[in-house]
């Protein structure tokens, strides 16, 4: 059975930081693997997929890399703003489609 | 390009009432899932549909069911409401032979009185 856990549960930090969210899971045998952004009370954005045969995937100031044989992912966020303020899943999806979450990861980008 | 929609946006129930909560997919998607969000917890896997069937299901009791139309849009019905099905309901849609990416809509939100 797949588990997944976010590390740290939240985090504070200045404007202008640099910052890695991590992601680890328990069964390596996943297909994909994506990183969501959820604002208080809406919907899941999708931020990056990366697919099991990929090291890593870039959008902006995004960065989300992906160790499958260790059950490990982060995603690095550079420059960080308050707009960033939001709660951060990850989910490992595996062959039949279906994602399993942790609990995420809540950022607070202070101005 | 129309994302995922879901409707209604809000909900209100009592205790054994019975509730339909609506789908429809990113244009050109097939397959729509549904995950029940409880506060402070991550999306829950409720079950999938693809060419109107069932293709898989999480760890939910039947009074969960769905249905998915010719139109790949989709409605999840849950009868006998309790109070622990208070949730943020989300429905996530993707292309079946494609990366699999999965896109959500805003969700709806049940609470159960």
């Known amino acids: 059975k797949q588990e997944v856990t976010q590390i740290p549960a939240a985090l504070s930090v200045p404007e202008g930081e640099n910052l890695v969210l991590n992601c680890s899971f328990t069964d390596s045998a996943i297909y994909n693997l994506q990183w969501f952004r959820q604002d208080p009370g809406k919907g899941l954005t999708s931020l990056l997929l990366?697919?099991?045969?990929?090291r890593e995937q870039t959008s902006g100031r995004l960065n989300a890399s992906l160790d499958k044989s260790s059950g490990r992912s982060t995603l690095y966020i550079a420059a960080s703003q308050p707009g960033d303020s939001a709660t951060y899943l990850c989910?490992?999806?595996?062959?039949?489609?279906?994602?399993?979450f942790g609990t995420g990861t809540l950022l607070a980008v202070q101005p | 390009d129309a994302g995922v929609t879901q409707s209604p946006t809000h909900l209100i129930k009592t205790r054994g009432q019975q509730v339909t909560l609506r789908c429809s997919p990113k244009?050109?998607?097939?397959?729509v899932s549904w995950y029940q969000q409880a506060l402070g917890q991550g999306p829950q896997f409720i079950f999938q549909y693809y060419e109107e069937e069932e293709r898989q299901r999480g760890n939910f009791p039947d009074r969960f069911s769905g249905h998915q139309f010719p139109n790949y849009s989709s409605e999840l019905n849950v009868n006998a409401l309790l109070l622990g099905d208070s949730a943020l309901y989300l429905c996530a849609s993707s292309l079946v032979g494609s990366n699999y990416e999965q896109f959500f809509g805003p969700g709806t939100r049940l609470t159960v009185l």
């Open positions: 989910a490992p999806g595996g062959a039949t489609n279906k994602l399993i």
């Open positions: 244009s050109g998607h097939d397959t």
């Open positions: 990366i697919q099991s045969s990929q």
